[in-house]
C-alpha cells in the first residue's frame, strides 16, 4: 500500500479501535521492538508527512517513522469478564408512533440515535413518542438492569 493510501486507512484504523473501546495502542517496530501505549493516555494521533505523531496527556510527543512500523494491534483489557449473557428485547412501533419495547428485564432508559451518532430522544420509561422523527433510520439503545442492548429500526412515516 502505498503511503498516501496508507495514511487514510490509519486513521480509520485508529477510529474503529477507538470506537471498540480497545484499551492500548502497540506499535511493533521494524527492529523488533514494541511500544505500548494505553489510548486513555493519548491526547491526539497526528499525520505528519511519513510520520505517525502520538501526543500524550502529559504533553511527551512521540514521533514514528511509518516505514519503521512493522505493524499496529490494539489490545483489551485484560482480566474482564466477557459478558455472554443473552439480553432478550423485542421493539416495534405502535399505530400512535411509539417505540415499544418488551422484555423480561428492568428497563433503566431508552435512548435514540441518528445515524451520526447524536442523541435525538431520552425516557426512562418503555415506550417513547418518535413522531417527530423524520424518515430514517435509527439506533435505540435500551438498557437494562441485565446490560444494554442496541437495535436498528426504521422510521417512515
Same mark, same amino acid.
Given at each position: 500500500?502505498?503511503?498516501?493510501?496508507?495514511?487514510?486507512? =490509519?486513521? @480509520? =484504523? *485508529?477510529?474503529?479501535?477507538?470506537?471498540?473501546?480497545?484499551?492500548?495502542?502497540?506499535?511493533?517496530?521494524?527492529?523488533?521492538?514494541?511500544?505500548?501505549?494505553?489510548? $486513555?493516555?493519548?491526547? !491526539?494521533?497526528?499525520?505528519?508527512?511519513?510520520?505517525?505523531?502520538?501526543?500524550?496527556? /502529559?504533553?511527551?510527543?512521540?514521533?514514528?517513522? &511509518?516505514?519503521?512500523i512493522a505493524s499496529i494491534t490494539f489490545l483489551?483489557?485484560?482480566?474482564?469478564? %466477557? *459478558?455472554? %449473557?443473552?439480553?432478550?428485547?423485542? &421493539?416495534?412501533?405502535?399505530? $400512535?408512533? %411509539? &417505540?415499544?419495547? %418488551?422484555?423480561?428485564?428492568?428497563?433503566?432508559?431508552?435512548?435514540?440515535?441518528?445515524?451520526?451518532?447524536?442523541?435525538?430522544?431520552?425516557?426512562?420509561?418503555? !415506550?417513547?413518542?418518535?413522531?417527530?422523527? /423524520?424518515?430514517? @433510520?435509527?439506533?435505540?439503545?435500551?438498557?437494562?438492569?441485565?446490560?444494554?442492548?442496541?437495535?436498528?429500526? @426504521?422510521?417512515?412515516?
Amino acid at each position: 500500500m502505498k503511503k498516501k493510501q496508507l495514511l487514510p486507512f =490509519l486513521a @480509520i =484504523l *485508529f477510529s474503529f479501535a477507538i470506537a471498540q473501546a480497545q484499551d492500548n495502542l502497540v506499535i511493533n517496530l521494524v527492529d523488533n521492538s514494541k511500544v505500548t501505549v494505553a489510548f $486513555s493516555n493519548i491526547q !491526539k494521533i497526528m499525520f505528519d508527512n511519513d510520520n505517525l505523531l502520538l501526543k500524550t496527556v /502529559t504533553g511527551t510527543e512521540n514521533s514514528y517513522l &511509518i516505514d519503521d512500523i512493522a505493524s499496529i494491534t490494539f489490545l483489551n483489557n485484560v482480566g474482564i469478564k %466477557e *459478558f455472554t %449473557e443473552t439480553i432478550d428485547v423485542n &421493539i416495534y412501533i405502535n399505530s $400512535s408512533g %411509539e &417505540i415499544m419495547v %418488551e422484555t423480561p428485564h428492568q428497563i433503566k432508559q431508552l435512548t435514540v440515535f441518528d445515524l451520526t451518532g447524536r442523541q435525538v430522544a431520552i425516557t426512562a420509561q418503555s !415506550k417513547l413518542n418518535v413522531n417527530f422523527l /423524520t424518515t430514517s @433510520i435509527y439506533i435505540l439503545q435500551v438498557v437494562t438492569d441485565k446490560g444494554i442492548v442496541s437495535k436498528k429500526f @426504521i422510521k417512515n412515516r
